[in-house]
């Protein structure tokens, strides 16, 4: 193999690398009714899925099905908003996520959404070490059911945190949750950075 055609191949195989498809982790916490495609069931703590495994520090008061109601038909993640688990507490709830990238920094996405009109209208926080994100519920719209999360970053663990914590608003002192879903946010790779490099050098020698 000529020289030049070495190096463009060890520059393709690098962008190959750098480009794979970003690590996802995708739980739908449920009473068991029925999963959103592509997520993993969650109807009891701990939970994993095979990979990343997902923890809580207080056990849920329970975990309900709300079915296909009107605010969620045709949605795309309906099967993520029918149903949940709920904590009827005032105290913050923390999710731990084991087994992700070691010093890694995540997207977060959560969903929180209940039909159920005593549930609407609540201030429920949800906190990582990239900062908080406040959410008031709504029985009759989905617009904020599905929110980003402030990026986490995994420790050298493998380890990180979400806060969930019920701050106030309208009914009882109740938070709740449908699902959490956490992207790993790729890095420039070492084999990236020195395909880059030997591009540079060949171009120098043109």
Known sequence: MKPKTTVFSIILTSLLVATAPAATTSFDIQ??????????AVTS??????TVTMTVDVSPSGFRDRGVTTPITGHADAAVLRDLAFWSTTDPITF???GLQLNTEYTVLGWVFDS????SGKNIDFTTNGGTVSI??????NNNAAFSISNLTSDGTGAATIVM????????????????????????SAALLGGLGLLALLRRRR
């Open 31 to 40: 009473s068991g009714a029925n999963t959103q495609s592509g997520f993993t």
């Open 45 to 50: 703590f701990p939970a994993s899925d095979g």
């Open 96 to 98: 731990t996520f084991s």
């Open 116 to 119: 159920e009109s005593g549930n």
């Open 136 to 141: 008031t519920t709504s029985n009759t719209s």
């Open 165 to 188: 914590d019920h701050t106030g608003g309208a009914g009882g002192a109740v938070s709740f949750v449908n699902g959490f879903q956490l992207t790993a946010i790729p890095e420039p």
